[in-house]
């Protein structure tokens, strides 16, 4: 039997690579092996992974020798920062840079960087339609991932940029789902006006990837975007109606009104549905549901992932 290649899977016990690594171990014949890397290889969450057979290995997105060792052996890795713990660009930034010159330096033949798109093509830091944060971003946690690529690029890794799309799993973990008003009736509330946001089950970003990783040298090089569904307020809201067994309204709010509700990273969110809105052929256009069903069949679409997780959904 000739050696499975090795994956390296940085956040695997987060979201993304939490489900690439389920994703690789629900296909033992799949010809690939899953190196899971996190801070911490005692935590709870590494132990089950362990348990679940995965190699799991420390690894701090902050030190960029102990990403390199991890690295080191595999054939690919899965690259993804996670804004929301540190709430800086700059560290985002870096920690990119930290994985794609391990990257280079251990001569990976496939990487795969979980990235969004700079808003700053589209809404310049000099233009006042949205209010520039932190001095030199429009969307934070969007800007400083789509100006990471170019490291990727520059190095002459072999990448895919994989594009992903808003969490269905924010209705559940981020206060993101219908939220009771005094009136006693639910309202999902968003800044998308009457615009659709391609929207997809966290899960399903790692199966797209292991879709990747399975599709090999064909995707190198290639920008791949992921949607389960491309929904408006309105179609979101009467799904979690169905779903929930109550009526949740569509409250469609201007963004600089989503930006004033003072909750952490409301103005970066308050920014970034206002780019998905007024720029929403364009962010949907690549975000293509049939292509990412081709990289993961049994992508959920809300309906299907509803039915799985709407009794989890705090009301």
């Avoid at 190095?155 to 594009?163: A, H, I, K, Q």
């Avoid at 800044?191 to 995707?219: S, T």
């Avoid at 970066?268 to 052929?281: H, I």
Wanted: glycine content about 10%; proline content about 5%; overall charge negative.
């Amino acid at each position: 039997m000739s050696e499975k290649k090795v994956i390296a899977v940085t956040g695997a016990t987060g979201a993304q690579g939490g489900g690439l690594v389920r994703a690789i171990l629900a296909d033992p014949d799949g010809g690939f092996a899953v190196r899971a890397l996190t801070r911490d290889a005692n935590s709870e969450a590494a132990k089950q992974l362990s348990a679940a057979g995965a190699e799991v290995v420390a690894a701090d997105l902050d030190d960029e020798a102990s990403i390199e060792r991890a690295f080191a052996g595999a054939y690919g890795a899965f690259c993804v920062t996670f804004f929301w713990a540190h709430f800086s660009p700059e560290k985002e930034l870096a920690q990119a840079g930290a994985m794609a010159r391990a990257a280079r330096k251990t001569g990976l033949k496939h990487v795969i960087w979980s990235t969004l798109e700079d808003s700053r093509r589209w809404v310049p830091v000099s233009d006042d339609r949205m209010p520039t944060l932190m001095e030199k971003y429009k969307v934070p946690h969007f800007d400083a991932k789509g100006e990471a690529d170019q490291i990727f690029r520059d190095l002459g890794l072999p990448v895919t940029f994989l594009l992903t799309s808003f969490y269905w799993d924010n209705f559940i973990y981020f206060g993101s789902g219908p939220q009771k008003g005094p009136d006693g009736k639910y309202a999902l509330t968003l800044p998308m006006g009457d615009k659709k946001l391609p929207g997809i089950a966290a899960e399903d970003i790692g199966r797209c990837a292991y879709g990747i990783f399975q599709r090999g040298e064909e995707l190198i090089g290639k920008t791949v975007g992921i949607a389960g569904e491309h929904l408006t307020g309105a179609e979101m809201a009467s799904k979690l109606s169905k779903a929930l067994g109550l009526e949740v309204a569509y409250n469609a709010v201007e963004p600089a009104v989503y930006r004033s509700f003072g909750f952490p990273g409301a103005d970066d969110l308050g920014n970034m549905f206002q780019l998905k809105r007024d720029f929403n052929e364009q962010f949907c256009a690549p975000r293509d549901p049939a292509i990412a069903r081709g990289l993961n069949p049994a992508m959920q679409d809300l309906d299907a992932w509803l039915a799985a997780n709407a009794s989890q959904i705090p009301l």
